[in-house]
């Protein structure tokens, strides 16, 4: 039995369209999947900060972060889970500078009090000009 080019074709579009869905699924940026919690401050061609508030109980589902460093504005409980589902409880404290390399992942505030942070995620360095 010969298949149709056409339907093969077909197949082909749809399996790469879900591939490209999953993908930018587990990539969301998370001042669109939590506008509660994420909020852009500023951004340029090499930097984005965004101030981070989590009341408690404050929940963000999976999302992405290219390389990144916190400040601890306000501290607190977090848990923390990766793409694995595997919690990890955090505390953090005020005034503490914290550093992620690149990461995808979802937390909540399992703590009393708010957490607030100043997050400055890092974009490639683009190419001098003039450079080869």
């Given at each position: 039995?010969?298949?149709?080019?056409?339907?093969?074709?077909?197949?082909?579009?749809?399996?790469?369209?879900?591939?490209?869905?999953?993908?930018?699924?587990?990539?969301?940026?998370?001042?669109?999947?939590?506008?509660?919690?994420?909020?852009?401050?500023?951004?340029?061609?090499?930097?984005?900060?965004?101030?981070?508030?989590?009341?408690?109980?404050?929940?963000?589902?999976?999302?992405?972060?290219?390389?990144?460093?916190?400040y601890v504005?306000?501290g607190g409980?977090?848990?923390?889970?990766?793409?694995?589902?595997?919690?990890?409880?955090?505390?953090?404290?005020?005034?503490?500078?914290?550093?992620?390399?690149?990461?995808?992942?979802?937390?909540?505030?399992?703590?009393?009090?708010?957490?607030?942070?100043?997050?400055?995620?890092?974009?490639?360095?683009?190419?001098?000009?003039?450079?080869?």
């Amino acid at each position: 039995m010969k298949i149709p080019t056409r339907f093969l074709i077909s197949i082909l579009v749809v399996t790469l369209v879900g591939i490209f869905a999953a993908n930018t699924a587990m990539a969301q940026d998370p001042t669109k999947v939590g506008p509660h919690v994420y909020k852009k401050l500023f951004e340029n061609e090499r930097v984005r900060m965004l101030e981070v508030t989590f009341q408690p109980g404050d929940t963000i589902a999976m999302h992405s972060h290219p390389d990144h460093i916190a400040y601890v504005v306000s501290g607190g409980k977090l848990s923390v889970w990766g793409k694995d589902g595997k919690a990890q409880e955090v505390a953090v404290k005020a005034g503490d500078p914290l550093w992620f390399n690149a990461v995808t992942h979802a937390a909540k505030n399992v703590g009393t009090t708010p957490v607030k942070l100043a997050v400055i995620e890092l974009k490639e360095k683009p190419a001098m000009k003039g450079k080869k």
